[in-house]
């Protein structure tokens, strides 16, 4: 049974970069043909798919989020991260790591808790 964790600071001041870590347990990431995800969910409002790098390493984003976002991993640790670059109020969220239920960027089916990032000055 895959098993996703995230972690990272709950507090980000605006203007900053807000880095979030996802540890993976019961499978590899470099497992094919698996997409690990990045999803966040602000307050009042639906699930957002921000992007997904891939058991290759390939990357793939949100066009409306592209341009401050970045997704990165580690291999040794198995664990995969997001960086959001500039952030505002508006990325306050609840921030998911997730992966997809049958491969092949399909829809996601494991998933982790969540991690609560408020953006405040």
């Known amino acids: 049974q895959v098993q996703l964790q995230e972690s990272g600071p709950g507090l980000v001041k605006p203007s900053q970069t807000l880095s979030l870590t996802c540890a993976v347990s019961g499978g590899s990431i470099t497992t094919s043909y698996y997409y690990w995800s990045w999803v966040r969910q602000p307050p009042g409002k639906g699930l957002e798919w921000m992007g997904a790098?891939?058991?290759?390493?390939?990357?793939y984003y949100s066009p409306s989020l592209k341009s401050h976002t970045s997704i990165s991993r580690d291999t040794s640790k198995n664990q995969f991260s997001l960086q959001l670059s500039s952030v505002t109020p508006e990325d306050t969220a609840v921030y998911y790591c997730?992966?997809?239920?049958?491969?092949?960027?399909?829809?996601?089916?494991?998933w982790g808790q969540g991690t609560q990032v408020t953006v405040s000055s």
């Open positions: 997730a992966r997809d239920q049958l491969g092949g960027l399909g829809p996601l089916g494991y």
């Open positions: 790098i891939g058991y290759d390493g390939s990357t």
